[in-house]
């Protein structure tokens, strides 16, 4: 049978088997996809923004050493989810099995619309910044910068299309490269602290703000840096033996990330002076320069390279959801197929990198940060209360592995603080409007999926899709 014949044949009523995503992913391939997504840009990027707002050096390393805390104690969380509910699509999935389809479908609205597509423009950015740094004195140009972001954008979207191994080639090669120059800042630091370089550190908490609003955003800012800690629950059905290497996982990759970033952010301080830091558009890129002179360009390449393989990261679970969402009814049927001979969800990934491109055209870093973070935490408080509600009514579910109680009060309790703290002591607008937008979800859910407006016409689009894309429906990989 032809490809055509299997992708209009796989419309008609089970003509033809479901396809099914496959399992590839082991427990190297887990800790380089948490460890690889979270490494990126943020600790290359953030720290002079995480300075800025809390306004101390020594406020600044409790803030990053809190926000390790935070996304560790958060992932062992996610963790019960993801074995007590195997499925892939993350938050998605958990609000949709706790909390019903209009929920889910609001989250999966925002996580397509706005949290993806500003967490992978956001990484794009910051890798374009430090790829035409090096051919730059001064700021370089935003039009530059911004092609070169759509460019990687693009180059990515091909590789996930293409191949699930390839994928994860690019991410454990970036991981071992980001670690290696994450150790080369660390040694360095080590160095100037044993040479007596200890001035930065007097009196390190003078200066530190007590505006609730500014620890906020300080902690938004650090846990940019952290943002990939739940990356495993959007693509459980692809890693093998999900009850154990999903735990493992986490307790390997999270810790490891949190020591290299308070390392790496004492030694940039042993290095710079907290001003020269803050007026860094570049901190590695600086610190180069002044540690390793003419060889400052190597941290320019490695923080491109880190950048590069997060952005992979947040590719390839970011159109997991998408898939997991259509295969569920949220989203439109093409989303939720997979190529027939590649087995990877090229139809959500080419939706994903449509949308990124598009948010690219008006973002900046620094205002795409604070949005992302306030919708994630959002949605963060709102899986927890799923949890705390499966502990609670559900205790008699199988539970692979389990978590005390009070860790999920205590992450829950910290991502009310997170959402609330930056609009009352500091009111904006912006917030206003992406709560309404999370709401509107809401809005479209009762047209659009539940009375299925348009179908007629979503059809004909989809057989046209499948065939042009040789695409056919996936089943669930339980």
């Given at each position: 049978m032809s490809d055509n014949n299997l992708c209009a044949t796989s419309l008609t009523a089970g003509q033809t088997q479901k396809l099914k995503l496959k399992r590839q992913v082991g427990l190297i391939g887990a800790v380089s996809l948490i460890a690889g997504t979270m490494i990126g840009s943020g600790i290359f990027m953030s720290p002079q923004f995480v300075l800025y707002n809390i306004g101390s050096p020594g406020a600044s390393l409790v803030i990053w050493a809190c926000c390790g805390v935070l996304a560790m104690l958060g992932s062992l969380c996610y963790a019960e989810l993801g074995t007590v509910i195997q499925e892939s699509g993350g938050e998605y999935i958990y609000f949709?099995?706790?909390?019903?389809?209009?929920?889910?479908?609001?989250?999966?609205?925002?996580?397509?619309?706005?949290?993806?597509?500003?967490?992978?423009?956001?990484?794009?950015?910051?890798?374009?910044?430090?790829?035409?740094?090096?051919?730059?004195?001064?700021?370089?140009?935003?039009?530059?910068?911004?092609?070169?972001?759509?460019?990687?954008?693009?180059?990515?979207?091909?590789?996930?299309?293409?191949?699930?191994?390839?994928?994860?080639?690019?991410?454990?090669?970036?991981?071992?490269?980001?670690?290696?120059?994450?150790?080369?800042?660390?040694?360095?630091?080590?160095?100037?602290?044993?040479?007596?370089?200890?001035?930065?550190?007097?009196?390190?908490?003078?200066?530190?703000?007590?505006?609730?609003s500014s620890i906020g955003i300080a902690f938004y800012q650090g846990l940019w840096s952290y943002d990939g800690w739940n990356t495993l629950n959007y693509i459980t059905e692809e890693l093998k033996h999900p009850e154990v290497n999903l735990p493992r996982a986490v307790l390997i990759a999270i810790p490891m990330v949190t020591m290299l970033y308070i390392l790496v952010n004492v030694s940039y301080l042993t290095v710079m002076t907290p001003a020269e830091l803050m007026s860094s558009s570049a901190v590695a890129v600086t610190w180069g320069n002044k540690v390793l002179g003419s060889w400052g360009w190597i941290m320019s390449v490695a923080a491109a390279i880190s950048a590069f393989g997060s952005l992979n990261g947040t590719f390839f679970s970011g159109g997991r959801v998408c898939f997991v969402a259509a295969r569920e009814g949220h989203m439109p049927d093409i989303l939720a197929m997979a190529h027939v001979h590649r087995l990877t969800p090229s139809p959500a990934l080419i939706f994903t990198t449509i949308v990124s491109l598009l948010v690219l055209i008006p973002g900046d870093f620094q205002t795409i940060v604070n949005f992302f973070s306030f919708t994630a935490w959002f949605f963060y408080a709102i899986t927890l209360s799923g949890l705390l509600y499966l502990k609670i009514k559900k205790p008699e579910l199988p539970r692979p592995y389990k978590v005390p109680i009070v860790i999920p009060i205590l992450v829950l309790i910290a991502a009310v603080f997170l959402v609330l703290a930056p609009i009352v002591d500091d009111p904006q607008i912006q917030y206003l409007y992406v709560t309404l937008f999370i709401f509107s979800g809401a809005i479209v859910y009762v047209p659009f999926i539940h009375y299925k407006l348009c179908p007629g016409l979503l059809k004909k689009f989809t057989v046209f899709m499948q065939l042009f894309l040789e695409v056919a429906p996936a089943d669930k990989n339980l």
């Open positions: 949709l099995r706790t909390l019903g389809k209009v929920v889910a479908f609001m989250f999966v609205f925002s996580f397509i619309i706005v949290m993806r597509p500003a967490s992978a423009t956001g990484i794009a950015l910051s890798f374009a910044e430090y790829v035409v740094a090096p051919f730059y004195g001064c700021t370089p140009p935003v039009l530059v910068v911004k092609c070169v972001a759509a460019g990687a954008i693009l180059l990515l979207a091909i590789v996930n299309c293409l191949n699930v191994r390839l994928a994860m080639f690019i991410q454990v090669v970036s991981m071992a490269i980001k670690i290696l120059a994450l150790a080369v800042i660390i040694i360095g630091g080590v160095v100037m602290l044993f040479k007596g370089h200890t001035e930065n550190f007097d009196n390190s908490f003078k200066g530190t703000t007590s505006s609730v």
